[in-house]
């Protein structure tokens, strides 16, 4: 009875204290770029591939920023890296991914990553 009651109280302790992530992507558009632009002709070249991150921590789902917060300020840090002031360069193919992580009611920290690739218009 007492080789139960241990095996029982590691398994309850090995669930609560478990660690999780969760791993989201976000293909909409997330932020207000409206730019419309043709890409039928080949007038531009591929430059690199920019990310950026924010990440917020919760200790028991207290503090933090809001999802939406996050993603802006991701999205704000990658358009700084893509040094786009001044040039025929524009960011295509932007995508967002979220991950969730830590462990359950205690502690989580989100993680959210803009990535996108930059390119240049030749003509």
Known sequence: MK???IILSLS?????????????ALFT????NVTHVEL???????LERVTGTASATYY???????NKDLINMATADMVGKANLTGTSKALIYTTTDVHKGGVCF????????????VIEFTE
Do not use: D, E, P
């Open 29 to 32: 558009n997330k932020n207000s």
């Open 106 to 117: 205690l502690y989580s920290k989100i993680t959210v990553t803009v990535s996108a690739q």
């Open 60 to 66: 028991f789902n207290i503090g933090g920023l809001k």
């Open 12 to 24: 309850i302790l090995a669930v609560l204290l478990n660690s999780c992530g969760i791993n989201m």
């Open 3 to 5: 080789n139960l009651k």
């Open 40 to 46: 039928a002709k080949k007038n531009f070249k591929v």
